[in-house]
């Protein structure tokens, strides 16, 4: 096979997964009392060539999530970014802030006190206010970074004090669960949590996104009340590192 016929065909790939993940989104928005354009739809393009970035952008991809702040700053000059939207997902050093801060719409994995600081420290010296989601460690997994759940409204009131954010709402990334049922109870915990926060009208809270759901769950996930799936592998298949 030629180089340009498998780039053919990886672009094929790219298209009909889209529009397989874009029907089963809104099959599950649907069945969950919603809207398809309710759920905001990333793809993750951790590891992936800007080429095929640039081809789902191009078929109606709206927003983008990179893990890492070396690739999120490399890729970015070469993306068709106009009216789309980046956001950082990845787990972020401290020392790392003042090169995203500015850079990305949003940064979804905010998983300490520190990382809120430093975050707004640097907001504050670009004069621009950070977008920011809290990262729950639902499972409470010693491999995963985030607030334990009974710790996230506590420290969720003093990050809303920090100069230069805007916290937006909860992400969480449950165990691996080999039943359906299992998943779902983390699902519904993080949703009650996000409901529950929402209720109490917290000052510079706004509770708009909830953030679950990824290549092998977006659609529990949904069913369960995320508004915010981020797919990766589903999209452009494997990653290559």
């Not at 708009?208 to 369960?224: F, K, R």
Request: charged share 30%; proline share 3%.
């Amino acid at each position: 096979m030629t180089e340009k016929s498998w780039i053919d065909e990886k672009f094929s790939d790219i298209e009909y997964n889209l529009k397989t993940i874009n029907e089963e989104i809104a099959e599950a928005a649907i069945k969950s009392g919603r809207k398809p354009e309710d759920i905001d739809f990333m793809a993750v393009t951790k590891t992936v060539d800007e080429m095929f970035i640039n081809h789902a952008l191009d078929c109606g991809i709206n927003l983008i999530g990179e893990n890492k702040v070396q690739e999120m700053l490399r890729k970015k000059p070469n993306l068709n970014l106009d009216g789309k939207k980046k956001n950082l997902i990845g787990h972020l050093q401290t020392n790392k802030a003042s090169q995203i801060v500015g850079e990305v719409d949003m940064i979804e994995s905010v998983d300490s006190l520190k990382v809120a600081k430093e975050i707004g420290k640097q907001s504050v010296k670009k004069d621009l206010i950070t977008d920011i989601l809290l990262e729950v460690n639902i499972g409470r997994e010693e491999s995963k970074t985030g607030f334990m759940p009974e710790l996230v409204e506590e420290n969720l009131c003093e990050i809303a004090e920090i100069p230069g954010i805007r916290v937006c709402g909860l992400m969480a990334i449950p165990p691996i669960c080999n039943e359906n049922t299992k998943l779902c109870e983390f699902f519904e915990k993080m949703y009650n949590m996000y409901v529950d926060i929402e209720s109490k009208k917290i000052d510079n809270v706004y509770m708009n996104i909830l953030s679950m759901g990824m290549s092998g769950d977006y659609v529990p996930a949904i069913l369960c009340g995320s508004n915010h799936v981020r797919i990766g592998s589903k999209i452009f298949g494997p990653r290559i590192y």
